[in-house]
């Protein structure tokens, strides 16, 4: 595993952004955690726009939450490995089901403890943030996921079905 940082994206990560996106495609995934809706986005000038105004809390649009999105990226060469994204605080949905934090890996560069290094940085940023009580939910059956939230030190809260009959699992990490 090589040293990662967290990067604010900006437009000089445009083409590997689009290659990690088109990556998750190649392997089936059209859905990509934690990179507040890159996959659905018209340009990633429009992503960086909508980044910018969602961690604002000035800017950011009632339905949403002020939000932190970042690159973690490799130190020595700069690729990108995976993503993470940090909401300040709760509204009903993301207590509900979605929690503080969402991050993904590219797949390529999954099973390297790649994931576990990431929630720990993005941590670290809660910590700058002084959000130090973090809900992180994810399916029972993403073992990849719940590993990386427990290697993180969080403590099952709870469970429950949700309404794609999937169960649903909610953990807190206080810092
Ligand atoms: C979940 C995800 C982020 C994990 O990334 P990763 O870099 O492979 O995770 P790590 O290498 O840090 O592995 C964490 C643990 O999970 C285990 N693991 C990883 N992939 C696994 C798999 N497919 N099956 C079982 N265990 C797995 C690792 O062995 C490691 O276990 P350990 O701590 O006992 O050594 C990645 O699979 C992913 O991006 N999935 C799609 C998006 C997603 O599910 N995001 C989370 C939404 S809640």
């Not at 290659?19 to 507040?36: D, P």
């Not at 099973?111 to 700058?128: D, F, P, Q, V």
């Given at each position: 595993?090589n040293?990662?940082?967290?990067?604010?994206?900006?437009?000089?990560?445009?083409?590997?952004?689009?290659?990690?996106?088109?990556?998750?495609?190649?392997?089936?995934?059209?859905?990509?955690?934690?990179?507040?809706?890159?996959?659905?986005?018209?340009?990633?000038?429009?992503?960086?726009?909508?980044?910018?105004?969602?961690?604002?809390?000035?800017?950011?649009?009632?339905?949403?939450?002020?939000?932190?999105?970042?690159?973690?990226v490799e130190r020595v060469d700069k690729k990108?490995v995976?993503?993470?994204?940090?909401?300040?605080?709760?509204?009903?949905?993301?207590?509900?089901?979605?929690?503080?934090?969402?991050?993904?890996?590219?797949?390529?560069?999954?099973?390297?403890?790649?994931?576990?290094?990431?929630?720990?940085?993005?941590?670290?940023?809660?910590?700058?943030?002084?959000?130090?009580?973090?809900?992180?939910?994810?399916?029972?059956?993403?073992?990849?996921?719940?590993?990386?939230?427990?290697?993180?030190?969080?403590?099952?809260?709870?469970?429950?079905?949700?309404?794609?009959?999937?169960?649903?699992?909610?953990?807190?990490?206080?810092?």
């Open positions: 595993m040293e990662l940082l967290l990067c604010s994206p900006n437009k000089e990560h445009e083409k590997q952004a689009l290659e990690y996106m088109q990556e998750h495609f190649s392997v089936g995934e059209l859905v990509l955690h934690g990179a507040s809706l890159l996959e659905k986005t018209d340009t990633y000038d429009d992503w960086l726009i909508h980044l910018e105004k969602t961690n604002n809390p000035q800017t950011t649009d009632p339905n949403w939450v002020t939000a932190s999105t970042f690159f973690a990108i995976g993503i993470i994204d940090i909401r300040h605080y709760l509204n009903d949905f993301l207590k509900g089901y979605g929690g503080h934090i969402g991050y993904g890996v590219r797949p390529s560069e999954r099973r390297k403890g790649y994931a576990t290094e990431i929630l720990r940085l993005g941590l670290e940023y809660c910590n700058t943030i002084n959000l130090t009580h973090i809900m992180l939910a994810c399916y029972k059956d993403n073992t990849a996921s719940v590993k990386t939230i427990v290697n993180n030190g969080g403590k099952f809260e709870k469970e429950f079905e949700y309404t794609d009959g999937k169960t649903v699992q909610v953990y807190w990490i206080t810092l």
